[in-house]
């Protein structure tokens, strides 16, 4: 295997000085991808040639930074099925659902250009004597940090906005996705960027270290775990001059209550627990049921459903539902969360099994009605645990006993049950009769508590990409009509 030249600094790709660093098949632990990190001096080089490109990019009229964004819209049209074979290969998940990631990569060009104007964009207010303006700013430098489960989609959602808003770039991928995160890069060379106006860092966490330790860098924007944000977070503090984005993980609650359509319910709950293997940070952790006739008949119906969901290969014929997670490794760690769980005195309804050897599971379902010592914790997987209930109010002060406020649920047709749980659930995204997971990028997107720190992405991107500047303006001095008191000018 040829080994890549993975670092993109100042416009040229060059080899990393670091320690070996590879990518793997998850399906098959088939080494995909390798090359070398980038060492300190080489992400030192990245920052530098970020900030030697800044007022050339940012000086230019938006509508030459948007032709080059649109250029690679054109682009990733183009090479979509690539991009979307790639994804699956790197990631495991299955191509139905990589080709809607990179449709998702298109459509956040045109809607990342909508929320530059709409919450970014120049506004000009009248006033007695000259003009007021509000104006936005690019931060500057800024570092983006992105996580595997959408290796294309989730960066891109930090990307595009941050360069339509100005900003240079220095992007760190998760270092378990470089392969579609060097796609992805060439594809913005294409488009014609400048050199230094996006650079791609690769390596694993000492990479990452040394990015977001960087002096010279205005902002990080950053989607990945709680725990990696909460470190972030706390090497930031005090630095009240640099922009700090955080999209982290949920625990993620959804409640059934009074639905008459069982099938649709199962379905719901089956697209908010096990899409993507469980591995999207707004999939449905805790499933609040009923106790009695109803809740049993959904369970009934939800173990039957879930024990015919179909794994497999990402890019099989006949398409599954799940693929691999993203490691052997993650899926162990899913078959120790289970353990966990039932030593802690859970009850299983369905086992998670790991095929060892590979990153397939199968998706797990768990009665935790009855453990006290219920972790706070994020299983980023397939894994749903149960809580059956008797009463509305203790199920949602359970639903809300979290440090994370990321996504929650209401299933059931009773319009003034969803107005109450509206009002008392607190999370980010909060949906009603349709899946918590599936979010869309033309609104905001983002979670309170251990979630993230209140700079939603998606279409409030705009707003962390660039600071606003007031200004009151004359086009020439002059002397006001009237002085203020005691003031004689002569
Ligand atoms: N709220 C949101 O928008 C989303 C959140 N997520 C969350 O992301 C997680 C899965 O992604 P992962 O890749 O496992 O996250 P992660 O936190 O392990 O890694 C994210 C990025 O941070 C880097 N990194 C890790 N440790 C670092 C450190 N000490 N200093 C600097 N950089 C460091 C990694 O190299 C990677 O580029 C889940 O918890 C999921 O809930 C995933 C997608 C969306
Ligand atoms: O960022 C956007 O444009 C919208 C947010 C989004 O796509 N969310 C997805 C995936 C995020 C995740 O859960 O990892 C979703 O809600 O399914």
Request: hydrophobic residues 45%.
């Amino acid at each position: 295997m040829t080994t890549h030249t993975a670092q993109f600094i100042n416009g040229q790709w060059l080899a990393g000085n670091g320690a070996a660093v590879a990518s793997l098949n998850p399906a098959t632990n088939e080494t995909i991808w390798s090359a070398q990190a980038a060492t300190k001096e080489q992400v030192d080089a990245a920052v530098k040639a970020a900030r030697s490109a800044f007022f050339a990019w940012s000086d230019r009229p938006f509508a030459e930074r948007l032709a080059i964004v649109q250029r690679f819209a054109e682009l990733l049209k183009e090479h979509s099925e690539t991009l979307a074979m790639a994804i699956g290969r790197e990631t495991g998940k299955p191509l139905w659902e990589t080709r809607t990631e990179v449709a998702a990569m298109i459509g956040k060009i045109a809607i990342s250009e909508k929320a530059y104007h709409e919450r970014t964009g120049v506004v000009e207010n009248p006033m007695p004597q000259g003009r007021a303006f509000i104006r936005h700013k690019a931060h500057g430098v800024v570092a983006v940090f992105g996580p595997y489960n959408f290796p294309g989609h989730l960066p891109n959602g930090h990307i595009v906005p941050a360069l339509l808003a100005g900003n240079t770039v220095i992007f760190k991928p998760s270092e378990l996705t470089p392969m579609v995160a060097e796609l992805t890069v060439q594809l913005w060379q294409q488009a014609g960027l400048p050199a230094g106006v996006l650079n791609l860092v690769q390596g694993e966490v000492d990479t990452g270290k040394a990015l977001a330790s960087h002096r010279g860098i205005d902002g990080l924007f950053f989607t990945g775990s709680s725990r990696t944000g909460h470190l972030l977070h706390e090497q930031y503090a005090g630095q009240p001059g640099k922009i700090l984005a955080l999209e982290m993980g949920g625990n993620n609650p959804l409640i059934v209550k009074d639905a008459a359509d069982t099938k649709a319910v199962v379905h719901d709950i089956i697209q908010s627990a096990f899409i993507s293997s469980g591995q999207r940070c707004t999939c449905a952790r805790k499933l609040f049921l009923p106790v009695g006739a109803a809740g049993d008949a959904i369970l009934e119906k939800l173990l039957s459903a879930t024990k015919a969901i179909q794994v497999g290969h990402f890019d099989a014929e006949q398409q599954p539902f799940m693929g691999s997670m993203i490691s052997e490794r993650a899926a162990a760690g899913m078959v120790a969360a289970q353990q966990q769980l039932l030593d802690l005195g859970a009850v299983s309804l369905l086992p998670l099994t790991h095929q060892v050897g590979t990153g397939f599971v199968t998706p797990g379902i768990i009665d935790c009605t009855n453990v006290t010592d219920y972790p706070d914790e994020e299983h980023f997987g397939p894994l749903l645990k149960v809580f059956r209930y008797s009463d509305f109010d203790a199920a949602i002060e359970k639903a809300n006993d979290t440090a994370f406020g990321l996504s929650a649920g209401l299933l059931g047709d009773n319009a003034e049950d969803y107005d109450y749980f509206l009002r008392r659930i607190r999370a980010g995204i909060v949906n009603w009769n349709r899946p918590i997971t599936g979010a869309s990028s033309a609104a905001p997107f983002g979670g309170i508590g251990a979630s993230g720190n209140h700079r939603a992405s998606a279409y409030y991107a705009a707003d962390y990409c660039a600071f606003p500047v007031a200004s009151v303006e004359l086009e020439k001095v002059v002397l006001p009509a009237t002085l203020s008191p005691g003031l004689s000018i002569d």
